[in-house]
């Protein structure tokens, strides 16, 4: 990433991903809904999330949560609670990850910003500052992870379409894990995406000031 | 990205970024609170955008929109709005993104989900559904923005500490964009960052099914 480094040891100039990287997860990369047999290790999960981990979040605060589904009788009690036009891609997905937000994750504050530990008290007292945070970095964290899949070289396919208390009652029964996201994740199998969707031209987006 | 292609011209294999853009984007990469005095030219922002529209949203919406302020006079307007603790640092970027959601985004869909246009419809006769879209899918394309920005070599300060209706009221003043995340963009500048925070261990994240 760095060319050269201060006396203090930081890089005087980072270097951009080069135009390999940017195909992989940004202009070539595509939500993918069929999946080859392939299956996807328990380590090459895991590493998706050690990838994840690094980019940063309001305060340090990191809310969101992963589960991962890959035997046969998790991917039963995950697929019920798909909504229809999800169910058999999620079948066919060699994995399948249910991205939520820990509602109590202040809990770990003392230990993730050690200078500032009286930020749990406050959070646990203002229950919609807790929410709106934890709601917006869980999500922000996602769109991390989504990149982190593809940059392992797997296939994402994330999906909105669930029944969120399903799940919620299915693997999280005690209430504190809430689901927000599901991301199929594999190799990319037979016709596996449609044509790309337009994105929106800059001047619907991008202002200056 | 793809070592071959299918006669349907589709790749049979995807390829891991390599270990450069893997530390550029997440394992190296640090949030930024000094920058250099290089300027950030108008190219290199729009870029931002180009590169970070392609990450996938829910139905396609891209509800993000982006307010990059590059001006002395904008910069002047947007400082005084920012968190005490983020007001220099902002004043000291060459140029800094405000992050925002279109409260209206669901007017672009009969374009960007052409075979879905009713849906328009149905989210302008629920709210709620509306809100919560289009705060997910904005969140989660910020996450995309900040790894956008890097993946173009430069550095991202995201701030959260800033009074959003003053900021809304001073740039958004019509009320259909409200701005989530605000996002310093250079060069990193002098001691540009402390020791990294803790990440959490994989056993209070992940989970397994």
């Given at each position: 990433m760095t060319t050269s480094l201060t006396?203090?040891?930081?890089?005087t100039h980072l270097a951009p991903i080069d135009e390999a990287a940017q195909a992989a997860l940004f202009t070539q990369a595509r939500t993918v809904n069929s999946f080859t047999d392939t299956p996807v290790s328990e380590e090459e999960l895991s590493a998706i999330w050690e990838l994840a981990k690094w980019a940063p979040t309001a305060a340090n605060t990191q809310p969101m949560r992963v589960l991962f589904v890959r035997t046969p009788e998790g991917k039963e009690r995950l697929v019920k609670h798909m909504a229809e036009g999800n169910a058999a891609k999620t079948a066919s997905a060699p994995a399948t990850a249910v991205l939520a937000v820990d509602?109590?994750?202040?809990?770990?504050i003392p230990h993730l910003l050690p200078f500032r530990p009286e930020m749990k008290d406050a959070l646990e007292a203002n229950e919609e500052m807790r929410t709106g945070l934890g709601t917006y970095n869980a999500a922000l964290q996602a769109g991390y992870f989504i990149l982190a899949v593809r940059a392992h070289g797997l296939a994402a396919g994330p999906m909105a379409g669930f029944d969120k208390d399903g799940i919620d009652q299915e693997f999280f029964p005690d209430g504190r894990w809430r689901s927000t996201l599901v991301v199929n994740i594999g190799h990319p199998g037979e016709r596996p995406w449609f044509a790309r969707l337009p994105r929106l031209e800059a001047d619907s987006v991008v202002s200056w000031a």
């Open positions: 006396a203090e040891g930081f890089p509602t109590r994750f202040h809990e770990h």
